[in-house]
């Protein structure tokens, strides 16, 4: 994947420029070989390996110079831009591989900005690089009122290129996020929907969507689609849902125009979603039968203010809902902040539940859980909340017991756990409760405090736990819960940060790379 970066200041390699990386290792084994070649000390100089495409350069001599050209197109496609043009200079039997490697053209933020000034190094590579191309990874192209045409001019010909053809990932956003929407005055080029028919990836960020498109577009291979702060409405959003007839994966951040959306996807699997008061306020999943996860994108306190999912037969992730979601519908469950409205009906499809809640909400919380009886992961991110009294908690009836305490539960994880006693009673509960538990996480700034998990263990009584087959585990490390990276790994739970140890630093709102 050839990755363009600010450092790059020539297009046209050096050749006496020093070897990649990847190629010092095998160095001295092949000079020695040139050496015995050209004789040593007056010995008779040794024949060329049969077959060999000597041409002066040790590098025809080298074990991987004999791999086949696509081997090694595929390995300079994984190297820097400036490395992969730098083979070029290593010999005649290298010269041709760059251009016939994939096109993998992604722009980092600090190339976006001296791009202002300097736009010939992406037109440059376009134009020398006959292709094919795999991924366009263009985010944070800045502008100012001034130079929208200019900007916009510029990626029109940059996707009209023929280097381009057959891509199959494209990412672009415009200007750089900020706390509240920005304007959005930037129009999306039309020439960035030619590559429909081949796009799996497509992610758009802070502009306007055409408010007309042909009725034939159609996205035939597409699985994952993120809109990030996209004015679109929502006849133009539905036109490009059903076009999407492989979609597996959709991210709705921060939309603007459309007040309500409706999602109908036969063969969408997962959904993250986030909007701020001045967005699309309802997100109606009417017609989704393979839907899996549905997943609030942090932080979770800005979401949807009603949320209905209303045909998600096999519904097994959710969260990470709050009170500020007036009202959550799932199939004839309907939840008023955490409120259930009636505790008759259940949802025995999902397995995993996260939740944005405090210790003043024990009892609602309690009552939500009657409502997914079949849970078996269940995940909490503590906020600050008033000193609970642990006696207005209606205990759970040994003749009427929460189902998935009692039977199902077996993960338990509390993030953004302080060591508060109002956090260690809200805690407490839940593991003097659940009678099968088999792993407890505890996610603290004091993770690594000895003598503070000490005090800890003691506050949560862990002697006298409920099931004996786990132990509270304390953990120093940052929340990943509803962050944007693991919404579209679908193998994964989304919530889990121990499968995604470099995932639970990424800040939170950092878009997918």
Not at 206 to 212: L, V
Not at 307 to 336: D, E, H, N, W, Y
Not at 433 to 449: C, M, Q, R
Request: proline share 7%.
């Amino acid at each position: 994947m050839l990755q363009v970066n600010a450092s790059l200041r020539h297009h046209c390699p050096n050749p006496r420029s020093p070897l990649p990386p990847a190629m010092e290792k095998a160095a001295p084994t092949a000079v020695a070989r040139k050496r015995e070649s050209d004789g040593i000390a007056g010995s008779r100089p040794r024949n060329r390996a049969r077959g060999g495409n000597y041409d002066g350069n040790w590098v025809a001599e080298d074990p991987i110079s004999r791999l086949p050209d696509a081997i090694l197109g595929t390995i300079i496609s994984l190297l820097p831009t400036k490395d992969g043009e730098r083979t070029q200079a290593l010999s005649r039997r290298w010269h041709h591989l760059w251009c016939s490697a994939p096109l993998h053209l992604q722009a980092n933020s600090s190339l976006c900005s001296s791009l202002r000034w300097r736009p010939t190094i992406i037109n440059r590579i376009l134009s020398d690089h006959p292709g094919p191309a795999r991924r366009f990874h263009f985010p944070f192209i800045q502008f100012t009122p001034g130079d929208i045409d200019s900007r916009r001019t510029e990626l029109d010909g940059w996707c009209q290129s023929r280097a381009l053809d057959g891509l199959q990932e494209l990412n672009i956003y415009y200007g750089r996020w900020s706390r509240e929407p920005p304007h959005i005055s930037f129009l999306l080029p039309t020439s960035a929907l030619r590559f429909a028919p081949t796009l799996l990836v497509l992610k758009i960020g802070s502009c306007n969507f055409p408010s007309e498109i042909s009725p034939s577009l159609s996205f035939p291979l597409l699985k994952q689609l993120i809109l990030r702060c996209v004015s679109i409405s929502e006849d133009v959003f539905d036109q490009v849902l059903s076009g999407c007839r492989a979609l597996e994966s959709l991210q709705l951040w921060d939309i603007l125009t459309a007040r309500r959306l409706h999602i109908r996807s036969l063969t969408l699997r997962s959904i993250g979603s986030r909007a701020r008061s001045a967005c699309t306020q309802e997100l109606v999943i009417e017609d989704a039968p393979c839907l899996e996860r549905f997943v609030s994108l942090y932080p979770p306190d800005i979401s949807f203010e009603t949320i209905r999912v209303i045909g998600a037969p096999k519904l097994k992730i959710l969260g990470l809902f709050s009170p500020c979601v007036s009202t959550l519908q799932i199939a004839t469950l309907v939840v008023k902040g955490m409120s259930p409205v009636s505790l008759a009906n259940s949802i025995c499809t999902v397995k995993v539940l996260a939740l944005y809640s405090s210790g003043s909400q024990l009892n609602a919380v309690l009552n939500i859980l009657r409502c997914f009886p079949r849970l078996e992961k269940l995940y909490f991110t503590l906020k600050k909340h008033p000193k609970m009294d642990m006696k207005n908690v209606h205990l759970c009836d040994p003749l009427d017991p929460i189902e998935c305490l009692a039977i199902h539960l077996k993960k338990l994880v509390f993030e953004n756990y302080k060591g508060r006693h109002q956090d260690a009673d809200f805690a407490k509960f839940f593991i003097l409760t659940a009678k099968v538990l088999k792993e407890i996480k505890i996610s603290s700034p004091k993770g690594n405090d000895i003598k503070w998990v000490d005090d800890q263990h003691k506050l949560l009584q862990v002697e006298d736990r409920a099931s004996r087959d786990a132990g509270p585990e304390f953990r120093s490390e940052f929340s990943c819960l509803g962050k944007t990276k693991q919404i579209h790994d679908l193998l994964d739970d989304p919530f889990d940060c121990s499968c995604c140890r470099i995932k639970c630093n990424v800040l939170s709102g950092e878009s997918c790379p």
